[in-house]
């Protein structure tokens, strides 16, 4: 009994060391160690005593702790238990959230302009939705533009004036898409207030495609084409943005980024690893946190003392991860599996109008943006927490800010 208590509180101590060293970071991705200088990654390689040790350095003195660069291994039991328990308990920690998400959003949505990409399934809809009836101009920028019309005329439906929705032709399979995009929204001279890249995918049945422009599809479609499109409708979103009242770019990220420990960027279409669909996945979750977090340092936003920001940035960037919700995400899976997950799981997961809390919180809430950092990352609970470590490296983020431009053929010297 003794010995398994020990095992609790040990692993109990990692986990919380992970989460006060990585609040710590910014350069590196700190890793706890022995104070023999072991790297822990397992229970195996730690006492009790060599953790009391470690406290004891880290505490009273910053230069005897040990900082180490993040080894893949290390992601292991810690990111299972924290995604484990984040689909668990969802429901539990987000009990002090209104169902309705209506009830989440912010004063000031009333005559204000939102592009919401994938609004034709899942989280998209609910929250294009939502800012329609609220009274914002919504753009639904989706691929099968039938679909966005056909969810336009059915809200209108129930309304007495038809809401101020339009929808426009936006696959993010193709950067040319993007680019086309792009231009016929700047061409209506119109400010955006908010770019809600929502639409993203996860092909759980661990294929692996290609974009039409040849990139690994999670990466393509997650992260390349939505950082594109936030690039290119930067005038637009300037144009909105004021320093009391910034425009915004909301990301839906996931906490599954937490499974990337760090970026390949000389394999990103894993060409000279093993492929996995949930390494895709959250290798291109990662880069969605790096990239908002270089965008914002680059737009003027600065970390101040106490965890706020300095500047006086126009346009500020968050990402959130909305919860674990039963949408159309599992659509690449075999039929029965589909039917037998959401019968299943729809006891414990989200449902799209609670995912879509987080997202509207983030878009809308003044909160949003005070006192939360640079490019804040928000849970489910519509809080602001730390993402994993490796998100919070900024050399790092340089580093894929650099590959990016060169990807989408930007000039080295871009500014945003
Ligand atoms: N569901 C979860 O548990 C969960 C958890 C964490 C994060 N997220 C994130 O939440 C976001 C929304 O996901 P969801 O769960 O609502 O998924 P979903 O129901 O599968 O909806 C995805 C949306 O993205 C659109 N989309 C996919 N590929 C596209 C492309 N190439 N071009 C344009 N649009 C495209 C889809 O359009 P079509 O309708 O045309 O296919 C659909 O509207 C994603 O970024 C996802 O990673 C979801």
Redesign the pocket.
């Known amino acids: 009994m003794h010995a398994f208590k020990d095992m609790i509180r040990i692993y109990m101590r990692i986990l919380t060391k992970r989460y006060v060293l990585s609040c710590n970071s910014h350069d590196v991705h700190c890793q706890p160690v022995t104070s023999e200088g072991v790297q822990i990654r397992s229970l195996r390689d730690c006492s009790l005593q060599s953790l009391e040790a470690i406290d004891e350095t880290s505490s009273t003195n910053n230069h005897t702790r040990r900082i180490q660069r993040h080894s893949d291994s290390a992601m292991g039991l810690g990111t299972w238990f924290d995604v484990v328990d984040d689909v668990m308990l969802q429901r539990w920690h987000t009990r002090h959230l209104p169902t309705d998400p209506a009830e989440v959003l912010g004063p000031d949505v009333k005559g204000k302009t939102f592009i919401v ?8 809809t609910t929250t294009a939705e939502t800012l329609a009836r609220a009274g914002a101009r919504v753009v639904l920028a ?3 533009v039938k ?1 966005g019309q056909a969810l336009i005329d059915s809200w209108n439906s129930t309304e007495s004036e038809p809401l101020r929705c339009e929808v426009m032709h ?4 193709s950067l040319d898409s993007v680019r086309a995009f792009a231009s016929a929204f700047l061409a209506k001279g119109e400010p955006l207030h908010c770019l809600l890249n ?5 092909d759980m049945s661990g294929a692996f495609n290609r974009t039409k422009d040849g990139h690994e599809s999670h990466y393509g ?2 992260f390349l084409a939505p950082a594109l499109l936030s690039l290119l409708l930067m005038p637009s979103l300037k144009s909105a943005g004021t320093a009391s009242a910034p425009a915004r770019v909301v990301f ?5 980024h937490q499974f990337c420990p760090r970026l390949s960027l000389d394999d990103l279409g894993f060409e000279r690893r093993s492929y996995g669909a949930r390494a895709a996945y959250a290798q291109s ?1 990662l880069a969605e946190i790096q990239f908002t977090r270089e965008l914002e340092r680059r737009l003027g936003v600065m970390d101040g003392e106490d965890g706020s920001v300095r500047g006086d940035a126009t346009v500020r960037c968050v990402t959130v ?5 039963v ?3 599992v ?1 690449t899976l075999p039929y029965v599996v589909q039917v037998a997950y959401k019968i299943i799981m729809s006891r414990v ?1 989200l449902t ?1 109008s609670e ?1 879509a809390r987080a997202s509207l919180y983030a878009a809308t809430r003044g909160e949003a943006l005070t006192g939360t950092g640079r490019a804040p990352y928000f849970t489910s609970e519509c809080v602001a927490k730390s993402p994993s470590p490796p998100a919070l490296d900024d050399e790092a983020a340089a580093k894929l800010w650099d590959a990016t431009l060169a990807t989408l053929g930007l000039p080295k010297d871009f500014k945003p």
Do not use: E, M, Q, Y
């Not at 990409?117 to 998209?124: A, H, K, N, V």
């Not at 929502?198 to 996860?202: E, L, S, W, Y």
């Not at 991860?321 to 919700?325: M, R, T």
């Open positions: 990409t994938g609004p034709t399934s899942g989280i998209g989706c691929r099968t679909r936006l696959d993010l399979d929502n639409a993203g995918v996860f479609t997650n839906v990220c996931s906490k599954l979750k991860h909305p919860g674990n919700i949408t159309g995400v659509r997961l799209p995912g």
